[in-house]
């Protein structure tokens, strides 16, 4: 569903890869836990993978078809939910969501059925007459969350998805992601709850300032230990932090988003 193929992201000619030669493959009904810390490139590659963010070497692939040639026909098939999505505010929760359907071509019925069943289980339904600006965090994720449904994707791409969700909603989304990918759906997400991502991922991949470091079956990548044991044995020596993108690198990312 989803390939990255020797996937390298530079900001500037000679500057420093934000992304190596990174490779991964996402399957139809599995769910792919991407980790690493703030700054290792996870945003940089779930961008490059919507479209947003164009990159210097390599191939992306959804559903076989070119992120960079096909553009329009892949993000018909996914769908993207940032960790910090950025709406309209002063659009009510119930028009922007028939602004997104209206851009996706939805149909009515599906539309009607899509919405009223997503917003019920995010617990929003009575808040969508209400302007976006009046949303809190935790409300806008859950409205982006829908939004990203009504199309019936087929590809889920998710940037920190649990950021701002109540334990409620939290659960509702896990329950979501795992059914969806049981009907044949892929979810490619970034995380920094390692609990979340070891309970319920079938696969992960772990990268570290821009390198890929482990990859594949949960249990065969954590073996004995704990996923946060793995984890920290594979990027504490590098002490990666958000200082590691340089102030030109924030700047193309922010210019580019």
């Known amino acids: 569903m989803l390939q990255i193929n020797h996937y390298t992201k530079q900001y500037s000619a000679g500057g420093k890869k934000a ?78 969501l028939n602004f997104v359907g209206d851009v996706y071509k939805v149909p009515a019925d599906l539309r009607e059925k899509n919405i009223a069943e997503y917003s019920k289980d995010m617990g929003i339904t009575e808040a969508l007459a209400d302007k976006i600006g009046s949303y809190s965090h935790g409300m806008k994720q859950k409205l982006a969350i829908v939004a990203a449904l009504m199309h019936d994707p087929k590809l889920l791409i998710m940037d920190e998805p649990f950021v701002g969700l109540d334990p409620k909603a939290a659960f509702i989304l896990k329950k979501f992601m795992r059914s969806f990918c049981d009907r044949g759906g892929a979810i490619f997400f970034s995380t920094h709850v390692l609990e979340v991502a070891e309970k319920l991922c079938d696969k992960i991949a772990i990268i570290r300032a821009g390198k890929l470091l482990a990859s594949g079956d949960i249990e065969t990548v954590k073996g004995n230990e704990s996923l946060e044991e793995v984890f920290l044995e594979l990027v504490d020596d590098m002490k990666v932090s958000e200082e590691e993108y340089t102030t030109e690198e924030k700047k193309a990312e922010v210019k580019n988003a």
């Open 19 to 96: 992304v190596d030669d990174l490779s991964l493959h996402i399957l139809p009904g599995e769910i792919f836990g991407f980790l690493g810390h703030n700054g290792a490139g996870k945003t940089t590659t779930i961008k490059a993978c919507c479209g947003i963010l164009d990159f210097t070497e390599g191939e992306i692939l959804v559903n076989g078809m070119s992120v960079k040639k096909k553009p329009l026909e892949c993000k018909k098939i996914m769908a993207y939910i940032p960790d910090n999505p950025d709406l309209y505010d002063f659009m009510s929760g119930i028009q922007y």
